[in-house]
């Protein structure tokens, strides 16, 4: 099994830039689906950034393009959640997780979430 153990987060103004960070712990392949979730209060969760831990197959949801940049060290075992050009819509708790099989759909390992709040 994998533990996941999130830091980063907090308060900005628009335009501003935060970094998340997800420390690994446990045996971890480079097939292994990573990504960013979030979820702000009323909506759905959605998908913001994955990867394979290999750090291929990047994807970003349509929302952060250009803005978020996923990327991880693998001698750290520590995901990372780049975001700059924050703006309100932005705010929302961020989950980072992973699955164990490498065309999964769900993931089977959470973070304990971290708040980033966007302020106008």
């Known amino acids: 099994p994998l533990t996941l153990v999130q830091s980063g987060g907090g308060s900005v103004q628009a335009g501003g830039s935060l970094k998340l960070s997800c420390v690994v712990s446990?045996?971890?392949?480079?097939?292994?689906?990573m990504a960013w979730f979030r979820e702000a209060p009323g909506k759905e969760r959605e998908r913001v950034a994955s990867m394979k831990w290999g750090a291929y197959n990047i994807n970003y949801h349509d929302s952060v393009k250009g803005r978020f940049t996923i990327s991880r060290d693998a001698a750290k075992k520590t995901l990372y959640l780049q975001m700059d050009n924050l703006n309100p819509a932005d705010t929302a708790m961020y989950f980072c997780a992973a699955a164990v099989y490498p065309f999964a759909t769900e993931y089977d390992y959470w973070g304990q979430g971290t708040q980033v709040t966007v302020s106008s």
């Open positions: 446990g045996a971890i392949a480079s097939t292994y689906p």
